[in-house]
Structures are given as structure tokens and as C-alpha cells.
């Protein structure tokens, strides 16, 4: 049983374009993040999300919209596509907001997401 | 300022021999934590070790163990017996306390091991 899903694995398209990406996780956590990392492995969140409040909203262009509609599930939408946005996307979950909770593994996370932007 | 860095982009060792992997930090949050983490080429996030700020000891979890200097902010990661598996990026993290009582964990740059034969 995968712990944290990702779908798709792999998203090309077209700028301009709105996608979306979808994560759920099935480990009965209480909180999950969207991460971006570049084409230079940085990684830096974007948006964290604590039982469907969000909680962590970082400096991301309103193009970004997350959208959790329950605590095990939580999606990102992209309108207006632009090249820049090229990345891998990772979402992530927690126990708790502080991902040390006492059977924590820290952040579990996805396996990415892939957007090329062309 | 960057809150988390790595100053090595990449590190070479030999099969079966120890590396340190480093890692300073800086922030006033009394109550942080430290995380590594290990990326494959296949892309995934593994999650390896955690140390507490006030943890007294220095975390360990197998071949992996976490070389606290607190007063130093450094977290320095060891893997002994280094493996062929073990090639990979390796990110240093930190969790912090923000506003409205949420915690943002912040990444370092990483460092890429390269184990030899």
C-alpha cells in the first residue's frame, strides 16, 4: 500500500493550460504540504495544510491554488501554465504539524510529480 | 540568510568507509527540529533520521547517526560502512516554529554522495 500517492507521475502541456495534481496519503495523518523542487534539487514549500485548514501559505503566484477537501487528501491546481513552472512537484504528509509526533517518521512524501511546461 | 546549509555540493567515499555530511542551521526557535533525508536518483524522499533540540543524545538509526553540536547549530549526518546503495542526494531539514502556531520545515540544498567500489 503506497503511504502517500501522487497522481500523475508525469504531466506535460502546453502554456496557457490549467492541470491539476492529486495527492492522498493513508496513513491517517493530520497534516500534508505541497513542495516544489527545481531543475537544482531545491526544495521549498509551497502550501501546508493541517485538517483542511491551511496553515503554511509561502510565497507562490495565485496561479496556485491548493485544495484539501478532506485531511487524507490533498490537491493542487495550476492555471495559466507558464514555463517557469517547469518542476517536480512532491507532496507530503505528517503526523502532526510539527512532523515529530511519537510513531512519526517526520514527512512522508509522494514520489513527485513531473511537470514539463512547453 | 539561508536557514539551512549544506556547504558540500558533492562528496565522494570509498565502499565501506565513513562519511560525515554537513549540515549548519540557523534559527532563534528554542524548540526546532532536524531532519535528513535521501534522494535516489529514482527521485523519491526518504526520510532517515530526526534529532529534537532538546534531545540530549545524538539520534542513531542503523548506519545513519546524527552528529549534534547545538551550540554550533550543526547537524552533521555520519554514515558508516558506506554502501553502493547509499549514492544519492542527501537534504538536511529544519522544522520551526511560524505564526498562528504552524511549523514550516526548510530544506537545505543537498549534497550529492558518490559511494566507489
Known amino acids: 500500500d503506497t503511504a502517500v500517492s501522487q497522481t500523475p507521475k508525469y504531466l506535460v502541456t502546453q502554456m496557457g493550460n490549467d492541470k491539476s495534481i492529486k495527492c492522498e496519503q493513508n496513513?491517517?495523518?493530520?497534516?500534508m504540504y505541497w513542495y516544489k523542487q527545481d531543475s537544482k534539487k531545491f526544495l521549498k514549500i509551497m502550501f501546508s495544510?493541517?485538517?483542511?485548514?491551511?496553515?503554511i501559505n509561502e510565497t507562490v503566484p495565485n496561479r496556485f491554488s491548493p485544495k484539501s477537501p478532506d485531511k487524507a487528501h490533498l490537491n493542487l491546481h495550476i492555471n495559466s501554465l507558464e514555463l517557469g513552472d517547469s518542476a517536480v512537484y512532491f507532496c507530503a504528509s505528517s503526523q502532526d504539524r510539527r512532523g515529530t509526533g511519537a510513531l512519526s517518521n517526520g514527512y512522508t512524501f509522494g514520489s513527485g510529480t513531473r511537470l514539463t511546461v512547453v | 540568510a539561508q536557514k539551512i546549509t549544506q556547504t558540500q555540493p558533492g562528496m565522494f567515499v570509498q565502499e565501506k568507509e565513513a562519511v560525515t555530511l554537513d549540515c549548519t542551521y540557523d534559527?532563534?526557535?528554542?524548540?526546532?527540529?532536524l531532519f535528513w533525508y535521501k534522494q535516489p536518483s529514482s527521485g523519491e524522499m526518504i526520510f532517515l533520521i530526526y534529532?529534537?533540540?532538546?534531545?540530549?543524545q545524538n539520534a542513531t538509526e542503523g548506519r545513519y547517526s546524527l552528529n549534534f553540536q547545538k551550540a554550533r547549530k550543526s547537524a552533521n549526518l555520519v554514515i558508516s560502512a558506506s554502501q553502493l546503495g547509499d549514492s544519492a542526494m542527501y537534504f538536511c531539514a529544519m522544522r520551526e516554529s511560524a505564526s498562528g502556531g504552524s511549523y514550516i520545515p526548510t530544506f537545505g540544498r543537498g549534497t550529492s554522495l558518490i559511494v566507489h567500489p
Open positions: 496513513l491517517g495523518h493530520d497534516t
Open positions: 534529532q529534537g533540540s532538546y534531545d540530549q
Open positions: 534559527t532563534s526557535d528554542p524548540s526546532y527540529g
Open positions: 495544510y493541517n485538517n483542511k485548514e491551511l496553515i
